[in-house]
């Protein structure tokens, strides 16, 4: 719910979508806060030779590969600019 004042509500009241209006605005805020994801960890396929970039240490640890669905290795050092697949 939102409190408009008298000024405000006769504005509102003239458009077409005045709710619909209001969330996009919202959804636009929400994506400007939104912090990027942030791949610490990784984990390599030797069989495949893919490197994949994870969020988390237990993703990264027990990740399956997406090509031959063999358990990957878990890769303990920082995520550098390889080529990776998210």
């Given at each position: 719910?939102?409190?408009?004042?008298?000024?405000?509500?006769?504005?509102?009241?003239?458009?077409?979508?005045?709710?619909?209006?209001?969330r996009?605005?919202?959804?636009?805020?929400?994506?400007?806060?939104?912090?990027?994801?942030?791949?610490?960890?990784?984990?390599?396929?030797?069989?495949?030779?893919?490197?994949?970039?994870?969020?988390?240490?237990?993703?990264?640890?027990?990740?399956?590969?997406?090509?031959c669905?063999?358990?990957?290795?878990?890769?303990?050092?920082?995520?550098?600019?390889?080529?990776?697949?998210e």
């Amino acid at each position: 719910m939102i409190t408009l004042d008298p000024t405000t509500w006769e504005f509102a009241a003239r458009m077409d979508n005045f709710s619909g209006w209001v969330r996009s605005k919202l959804k636009e805020e929400m994506v400007k806060g939104a912090k990027p994801k942030q791949f610490k960890f990784e984990s390599y396929c030797p069989h495949c030779d893919l490197w994949y970039a994870h969020t988390s240490e237990y993703d990264a640890k027990y990740h399956a590969c997406s090509e031959c669905d063999r358990l990957c290795n878990y890769m303990s050092t920082d995520v550098t600019k390889k080529q990776v697949v998210e």
